[in-house]
């Protein structure tokens, strides 16, 4: 059934005569409801619901207590999950719901939606992607060190008053395994500090900055990261790609390398963007071999070092106006590679 964005509606008696079925995709469906039989397919072990169209859980998912991998991720819709629901799946391991659910009980409140301590009681549970909308939630998220520990990838979304993200190794003690962090939509957050302040090595992979208004990156640290994809977008207040503070400025140009692992890099409306350095201390890229820009309308030079760059996406009127009477943006003019307009 996955891909099928025709399909809007599951019959309620479509499951009744499936009890062998075991995997069942759902995705890129726009389906709004699982149908109630869902609970007789007792020998499922997979079910894929992302990018669905599904505002609530069934309660009849508790009979599914085989169920090992949950997938719920870019569920914008989804709001209600029925209490219980998740310590039921018994044999839950992987619970994926980045882009998706925020609606997480607070304090000792009866009210609201799942709890983190009904998270806790999933035994088997060794893998999670969560998204927090609010600062009690990441809180709590914190001082939860079984769910902390199994965290993969975290979005955090909203947060009034969150001004400042400390640093992105903060998960070094306290979420040891998370290799995707997004921030997103933080109207207030002003600073994202990103290094490593220890000679770790952390598995932080991919990080996601969108829909940020007054934040700016911030390189505070004394060793490189494991970074493989940074993506930006829409954060027009950056106006250089990352502040160095605690690097020397010499007399001339520094060539420093602090992304020696980023292969991918993405810039989306970034109105304010002049600079992939910080003035004449010129990053070095090691390992990059694509750049997508997108209308980055200030960015006319490409000042930085990448020798293994294999392509640069781009539109083509952005790229026929980039300074290339600039030494250092001359050097790319060979990898030009048109983007598709999505």
């Known amino acids: 059934m996955q891909r099928e964005l025709h399909l809007r509606k599951i019959p309620n008696d479509f499951f009744l005569h499936m009890p062998l079925l075991r995997i069942l995709e759902l995705q890129e469906t726009s389906i709004e409801e699982v149908p109630v039989s869902i609970g007789n397919l007792m020998q499922l072990h997979y079910l894929n619901q992302c990018k669905t169209r599904i505002t609530s859980l069934p ?13 719920l991720a870019s569920m914008k819709y989804l709001r209600i999950i029925p209490d219980q629901l998740i310590s039921s799946l018994r044999e839950l391991q992987w619970l994926i719901m980045m882009d998706s659910y925020t609606g997480w009980k607070e304090g000792q409140s009866c009210e609201g939606g799942v709890s983190f301590k009904e998270l806790e009681s ?39 008053n969150l001004t400042n993200i400390p640093s992105l190794d903060f998960h070094a003690e306290t979420m040891p395994r ?11 957050l002003e600073e994202v500090v990103i290094g490593n302040r220890q000679p770790i090595l952390l598995p932080l992979q991919e990080l ?16 490189p990261n494991t970074l493989l994809e940074l993506k930006i977008v829409d954060c027009r207040a950056i106006d250089k ?34 600079s992939l350095s910080d003035g004449e201390r010129i990053l070095n890229y090691p390992s990059l071999k694509t750049i997508e820009v997108k209308d980055c309308p200030n960015l006319k030079k490409l000042t930085f070092v990448a020798d293994g760059l ?33």
Not at 319 to 335: A, C, I, P, Q
């Open 122 to 160: 999933s035994k088997r549970l060794k893998a999670i992607g969560i998204t927090v909308s609010t600062l009690a939630a990441l809180q709590n998220l914190y001082d939860s060190p079984r769910l902390a520990a199994f965290t993969h990838w975290l979005h955090i979304e909203g947060c009034p």
């Open 178 to 188: 998370v290799i995707s962090i997004q921030l997103h939509a933080m109207s207030e």
């Open 310 to 342: 294999k392509e640069i996406k781009c539109q083509r009127s952005w790229w026929e106006h980039l300074n290339w009477g600039d030494e250092r943006t001359k050097s790319f003019e060979h990898l030009y590679n048109p983007m598709n307009i999505d």
């Open 241 to 274: 790609f990352i502040k160095l503070e605690g690097e020397a400025n010499g007399s001339g140009e520094t060539v420093i390398t602090i992304f020696p692992d980023l292969q991918t890099m993405v810039l989306r409306w970034l109105t304010e963007l002049k």
């Open 208 to 223: 996601r900055l969108s829909s940020l208004p007054k934040a700016k990156l911030v390189w505070r640290a004394r060793f």
């Open 59 to 71: 309660k009849e998912m508790a009979a599914l207590v085989n169920l090992k991998y949950l997938p």
